[in-house]
């Protein structure tokens, strides 16, 4: 895809910038911006503590592993893939690993670069701010371990068929933009 970048619209200036609100997992800091217009306007920014990692696993007979947790944000129980934020500079695909791990007991029985790929990476909502998720798919899982999860994390596992899994996206029933955008990428890279 090319661009023009004299077509681009023009970016704000940020005049200053406070934060609201901070706790382990975000912060909201309030900017205040010219518009190109040169009027003020004020802009609410969600900022997250770190990146987020999430793993599209398939088991021995090429079946995804999916949980099914309730989140409080949208009110709903959602399909969605093991995953959360990686510790400062670590390692993402560790980080998503462990996550892996930790949530469902599973990993890959060989981590390289053919069980372990590098999906790409999503923003969460690049309208409230720089919150990004890397998204990596790992073949071969096995029950390794028992599970570790955070004591607000309430998580039932399953396990689909890709057909089963790319029909829920299709017919909207996942809505949830780290799975969306795994299946997407695996279906163009062929691997799905």
């Given at each position: 895809?090319?661009?023009?970048?004299?077509?681009?619209?023009?970016?704000?200036?940020?005049?200053?910038?406070?934060?609201?609100?901070?706790?382990?997992?975000?912060?909201?800091?309030?900017?205040?911006v010219?518009?190109p217009?040169?009027?003020?306007?004020?802009y609410?920014r969600?900022?997250s503590?770190?990146?987020g990692?999430a793993?599209?696993?398939?088991?021995?007979a090429?079946?995804?592993l999916l949980?099914?947790?309730?989140r409080?944000?949208?009110g709903q129980v959602?399909?969605?893939?093991?995953?959360g934020?990686?510790?400062g500079?670590?390692d993402?695909?560790?980080?998503?690993?462990?996550?892996?791990r930790e949530?469902?007991?599973?990993a890959?029985?060989q981590v390289n670069?053919?069980?372990v790929?590098?999906?790409g990476?999503?923003?969460?909502?690049?309208g409230?701010?720089t919150a990004i998720?890397?998204?990596y798919?790992?073949w071969g899982?096995?029950?390794?371990s028992?599970t570790r999860?955070d004591?607000?994390?309430?998580?039932?596992?399953?396990w689909v068929?890709?057909?089963r899994?790319k029909?829920?996206?299709?017919?909207?029933?996942?809505?949830?933009?780290?799975?969306?955008a795994?299946?997407g990428?695996?279906?163009l890279?062929?691997w799905m």
């Amino acid at each position: 895809m090319t661009t023009n970048p004299a077509n681009d619209p023009p970016a704000w200036a940020t005049r200053a910038t406070h934060t609201a609100f901070r706790n382990r997992w975000l912060a909201v800091e309030i900017d205040e911006v010219e518009l190109p217009t040169g009027a003020a306007y004020e802009y609410t920014r969600l900022l997250s503590a770190a990146a987020g990692v999430a793993v599209i696993g398939f088991n021995a007979a090429g079946h995804v592993l999916l949980e099914r947790e309730y989140r409080h944000g949208v009110g709903q129980v959602v399909w969605q893939l093991p995953g959360g934020l990686a510790d400062g500079d670590a390692d993402l695909r560790a980080a998503g690993l462990r996550e892996l791990r930790e949530e469902t007991g599973h990993a890959p029985a060989q981590v390289n670069d053919e069980t372990v790929r590098y999906l790409g990476s999503v923003w969460d909502n690049p309208g409230f701010g720089t919150a990004i998720s890397h998204v990596y798919a790992a073949w071969g899982l096995e029950r390794v371990s028992d599970t570790r999860r955070d004591p607000g994390e309430f998580v039932a596992l399953h396990w689909v068929t890709p057909a089963r899994l790319k029909e829920a996206v299709r017919a909207g029933v996942i809505r949830d933009r780290v799975v969306v955008a795994a299946v997407g990428w695996l279906v163009l890279n062929g691997w799905m």
